[in-house]
């Protein structure tokens, strides 16, 4: 067994230190207002945790606060063209949540008169809504007693514990550990094992005199919290190579496509590439035309690296079918994820 001594985590101290240091976050409802009776809104709690999801508290803030004006509320979100939606999540990474978030407003909808469902079971029935968020909904917005165990509760757990073995090895049981820990005030507690993680227990430090959890924790005990969680063995990740064509007419505007509705990237905007494979063949342009290389682009995806030669040309407008034209002007408000941003950036088009 991974954990010889899974004691329970002191959760009245870290309650108490909630109380005095809880961030304060747009979609978050302060300790000092749960005790008044004002109770967390599921669409903003269900937005902020989709948003987090691989991504820093720093990036989301301005998407949650630009989403929370577009679309107030699970209707709004739910009405508004899934291309908008696609288009305001530019940058933020992973665009399958985009789609999910759209799916799932429409489900609640749909399916539950705009009332998302007070329990993590009937939260994980709903599009692209997993075991973290279905946990960290119910728990925070319904206070159900359910274990919330992300990446920074990951790694407070396994400096808690001293877990000899990566912290994929030992899933079950830490949760387990943390679900054994939940008071009645589950909401709070979940976000103040985030705080935590976020602000005392980091990455690459431990201020373990301000833990409020420090007596109990194995690793600070034994001098060494930064050692923990133990990292698994690194593996490679494939390398695949393309080419990237970024067309111009002879005003400026710049050609872009809609790529198909399954798979990475489903329905972004693109401009055209080649096939992206492990070994680069000579490139198969799209029209004749004067083409100059621009360098290369490196973008690393989950499961592969992917480096794209750029290429760029003036062509005439009627030559294309299937896209558009975009004004330099309007590509800020195209539907570009990061890497073909980088794509026109290298080809000189901020």
Same mark, same amino acid.
């Given at each position: 067994?991974?954990?010889?001594?899974?004691? *329970?985590?002191?959760?009245?101290?870290?309650?108490?230190?909630?109380?005095?240091?809880?961030?304060? @976050?747009?979609?978050?409802?302060?300790?000092? /207002?749960?005790?008044?009776?004002?109770?967390?809104?599921?669409?903003?709690?269900?937005?902020?945790?989709? %948003?987090?999801?691989? $991504?820093?508290?720093?990036?989301?803030? +301005?998407?949650?606060?630009?989403?929370?004006?577009?679309?107030? $509320?699970?209707? /709004?979100?739910?009405?508004?063209?899934?291309?908008?939606?696609?288009? =305001?999540?530019?940058? @933020?990474? #992973?665009?399958?949540?985009?789609?999910?978030?759209?799916?799932?407003? !429409?489900?609640?909808?749909?399916?539950?008169?705009?009332?998302?469902?007070?329990?993590?079971?009937?939260?994980?029935?709903?599009?692209?809504?997993?075991?973290? $968020?279905?946990?960290?909904?119910?728990?925070?917005?319904?206070? =159900?007693?359910?274990?919330?165990? /992300?990446?920074?509760? /990951?790694?407070?757990?396994?400096?808690?514990?001293?877990?000899?073995? *990566? !912290?994929?090895?030992?899933?079950?049981?830490?949760?387990?550990?943390?679900?054994?820990?939940?008071?009645?005030?589950?909401?709070?507690?979940?976000?103040?094992?985030?705080? &935590?993680?976020? $602000?005392?227990?980091? *990455?690459?430090?431990?201020?373990? %005199?301000?833990? *409020?959890?420090?007596?109990?924790?194995?690793?600070?005990?034994?001098?060494?919290? +930064?050692? #923990?969680?133990?990292?698994?063995?690194?593996? =490679?990740?494939?390398?695949?190579?393309?080419?990237?064509? !970024?067309?111009?007419?002879?005003?400026?505007?710049?050609?872009?496509?809609?790529?198909?509705?399954?798979?990475?990237?489903?329905?972004?905007? =693109?401009?055209? +590439?080649?096939?992206?494979?492990?070994?680069?063949?000579?490139?198969?342009?799209?029209?004749?035309?004067?083409?100059?290389?621009?360098?290369?682009?490196?973008?690393?995806? +989950?499961?592969?690296?992917?480096?794209?030669? !750029?290429?760029?040309?003036?062509?005439?407008?009627?030559?294309?079918?299937?896209?558009?034209?975009?004004?330099?002007?309007?590509?800020?408000?195209?539907?570009?994820?990061?890497?073909?941003?980088?794509? &026109?950036?290298?080809?000189?088009?901020?």
């Amino acid at each position: 067994m991974p954990l010889s001594d899974p004691h *329970p985590i002191d959760a009245q101290s870290i309650l108490a230190w909630y109380d005095d240091h809880a961030r304060d @976050l747009p979609w978050r409802i302060s300790p000092a /207002d749960r005790k008044r009776g004002i109770r967390p809104d599921p669409y903003r709690v269900w937005l902020s945790e989709v %948003m987090l999801q691989q $991504t820093t508290v720093a990036a989301v803030k +301005t998407y949650f606060l630009r989403f929370t004006s577009l679309w107030p $509320t699970v209707f /709004d979100l739910a009405a508004a063209p899934l291309d908008s939606v696609l288009r =305001e999540w530019a940058g @933020l990474g #992973y665009y399958a949540r985009a789609r999910n978030l759209h799916a799932c407003a !429409v489900a609640v909808v749909r399916d539950h008169a705009g009332v998302f469902p007070p329990t993590a079971a009937g939260l994980e029935a709903l599009p692209g809504i997993g075991a973290y $968020t279905s946990a960290a909904i119910a728990a925070i917005c319904f206070d =159900e007693p359910v274990a919330v165990l /992300d990446g920074n509760l /990951d790694r407070v757990l396994a400096r808690y514990y001293a877990l000899p073995v *990566p !912290v994929r090895d030992a899933k079950p049981q830490l949760r387990a550990a943390l679900q054994a820990s939940v008071p009645a005030r589950a909401g709070d507690f979940a976000q103040a094992m985030m705080d &935590l993680g976020a $602000t005392i227990c980091a *990455p690459r430090s431990a201020l373990c %005199m301000l833990c *409020p959890i420090q007596p109990g924790c194995v690793a600070m005990r034994a001098g060494a919290p +930064t050692l #923990y969680p133990i990292k698994p063995q690194k593996t =490679e990740k494939p390398v695949r190579r393309g080419h990237a064509f !970024v067309m111009q007419d002879a005003d400026g505007d710049v050609y872009l496509q809609s790529r198909p509705h399954k798979g990475l990237l489903a329905g972004m905007t =693109e401009v055209p +590439t080649s096939v992206w494979a492990a070994d680069l063949v000579e490139p198969a342009y799209p029209l004749v035309g004067d083409w100059r290389h621009r360098g290369q682009v490196v973008h690393v995806f +989950t499961h592969f690296r992917l480096e794209l030669e !750029v290429w760029s040309a003036l062509v005439p407008p009627d030559a294309l079918e299937g896209g558009w034209w975009s004004e330099p002007g309007a590509l800020k408000g195209e539907a570009l994820p990061t890497l073909f941003r980088k794509v &026109l950036a290298q080809a000189g088009l901020d």
